[in-house]
């Protein structure tokens, strides 16, 4: 089940630098880093893009993941400083891999508008 690399990841058929894990969620750090910190954080279930959020289905996981951002940036102690999240969508959303997921950005000074 799952064809992206995320889902390898919580298969553990690749290795990832995992921050954070409950049963619904999977959050760890980006491979390619565009800030001091940068994490991912993603559903265990496979939801390509957030066009398949379904109210009924995944009200309570979108609310876990930002309960896992939360934690996050205060582990990483940016929750003072600030933090973006940000979702990408499809291709001029500039989304890359098809599992959603949640890019929690901080450690520097984020700039307005985003490139
Ligand atoms: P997006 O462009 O929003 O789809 O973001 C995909 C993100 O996944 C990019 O920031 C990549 O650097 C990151 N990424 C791709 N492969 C891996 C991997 N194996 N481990 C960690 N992050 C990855």
């Known amino acids: 089940?799952?064809?992206?690399?995320?889902?390898?990841?919580?298969?553990?058929?690749?290795?990832?630098?995992?921050?954070?894990?409950?049963?619904?969620?999977?959050?760890?750090?980006?491979?390619?880093?565009?800030?001091?910190?940068?994490?991912?954080?993603?559903?265990?279930?496979?939801?390509?893009?957030?066009?398949?959020?379904?109210k009924n289905k995944h009200s309570e996981l979108l609310v876990e993941m930002f309960e896992a951002a939360i934690e996050i940036a205060r582990k990483e102690k940016i929750d003072r400083t600030g933090f973006r999240l940000v979702i990408n969508c499809n291709s001029e959303g500039g989304q890359e891999v098809y599992h959603l997921h949640m890019h929690i950005l901080g450690g520097r000074q984020m700039n307005w508008p985003p490139g």
Not at 23 to 38: E, G, K, M, S
Request: net charge negative; proline share 7%.
């Open 1 to 54: 089940m799952g064809n992206t690399i995320f889902s390898k990841i919580i298969n553990r058929e690749i290795p990832a630098k995992i921050i954070y894990e409950t049963d619904n969620i999977l959050a760890f750090y980006d491979i390619n880093a565009q800030a001091p910190t940068h994490v991912l954080i993603i559903p265990k279930v496979e939801i390509p893009t957030i066009l398949d959020f379904n």
